[in-house]
């Protein structure tokens, strides 16, 4: 479904401010995976998934999504395919347009681009689409209305309707309250299985890698240093991911000062 090979991004080439933000990283996702992201501060997530969607170029390597080559293809193009969160619940949604209006444009993408009008029928396919996050009575409120709660799942909801393959989650509950993170989760969870999604998703709660997904990837300067799955991650804890990432670390570094010393 997804292959990178030997991704690599550095920003800024060659001047004092050179970042090697993405080191040689080889992910192989098969569909219907669902792979949980985890790693510290800048440790490259976020730039992996701007390189599966195409925000910026890569500097190497080469990701071929669903048997295509789509390296070098415009971020616009592979946004049929792909559909990305974000943090911020106002990034997905467009806040002085109604739901209605902010659902119809979803499905036209959906569409590829065929005519869909907001007809009776279309009012009603909405209503029930909108039921499971209880805003089936508020068609023609704006967005802009909405709580944060409220708005992410709505973004959600307009994520999977626009018929991607593939969906990238950037901590798109961490802005939400426990209670509205919680919900937006089942959500995710149940949009996942009904439309057939295959995912990833960035957090940074431990917790929440460990209870969902059926994979987990540690991410740690641009490269990913552990990558586990069935029997393997039932087991993890927070304590046994504390000390993996721990013990990686001081090897790391131990080899660094054995470098060092030749
Ligand atoms: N557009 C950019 N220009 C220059 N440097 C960038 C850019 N985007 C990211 N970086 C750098 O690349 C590194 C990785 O950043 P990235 O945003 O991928 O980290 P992250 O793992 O998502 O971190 P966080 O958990 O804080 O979201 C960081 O050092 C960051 O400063
Ligand atoms: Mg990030």
């Given amino acids: ?12 080439p060659g001047t004092v401010n050179e970042k090697v933000a993405l080191n040689d990283v080889n992910l192989h996702v098969g569909a219907g995976e669902v792979v949980c992201i985890i790693g510290s501060n800048g440790s490259g997530k976020s730039t992996l998934f701007n390189m599966i969607s195409g925000t910026y170029p890569v500097t190497g390597g080469t990701i071929v999504l669903d048997g295509k080559d789509v390296t070098s ?11 990305r969160i974000f943090q911020d619940p106002t990034k997905g949604t467009a806040g002085k347009m109604s739901i209605e209006d902010n659902l119809i444009t ?31 009575d508020r068609l023609g409120d704006n967005v802009g209305l909405l709580s944060g709660g409220q708005r992410q799942a709505l973004t959600l909801l307009m994520t999977v309707i626009s018929n991607p393959k593939l969906i990238l989650l950037d901590e798109h509950t961490a802005a939400l309250d426990p209670g509205n993170a919680d919900t937006v989760m089942a ?22 890698a460990i209870d969902y997904g059926t994979r987990l ?13 069935g029997d393997e991650k039932r087991r993890l804890t927070v304590g046994s991911l504390v000390e993996v990432f721990r013990s990686i670390k ?3 570094y131990a080899s660094d000062r054995g470098l060092l010393t030749i």
């Fill in 1 to 12: 479904m997804l292959e990178i090979s030997h991704l690599t991004k550095v920003f800024h």
């Fill in 250 to 252: 001081s090897r790391d």
């Fill in 187 to 208: 959500l995710t969870q149940k949009y996942i299985s009904q439309y057939n999604l295959t995912a990833l998703m960035v957090t940074h709660n431990m917790q929440l």
């Fill in 217 to 229: 990837i540690m991410m740690d300067s641009g490269r990913i240093i552990l990558d586990v799955q």
């Fill in 73 to 83: 293809s415009a971020e616009y193009r592979r946004a049929f395919t792909i559909g």
């Fill in 106 to 136: 979803a499905s036209r993408k959906g569409m590829r681009g065929l005519r869909i009008s907001l007809n009776d029928r279309k009012r009603a396919e909405f209503r029930a689409l909108l039921e499971p996050i209880g805003l089936q």
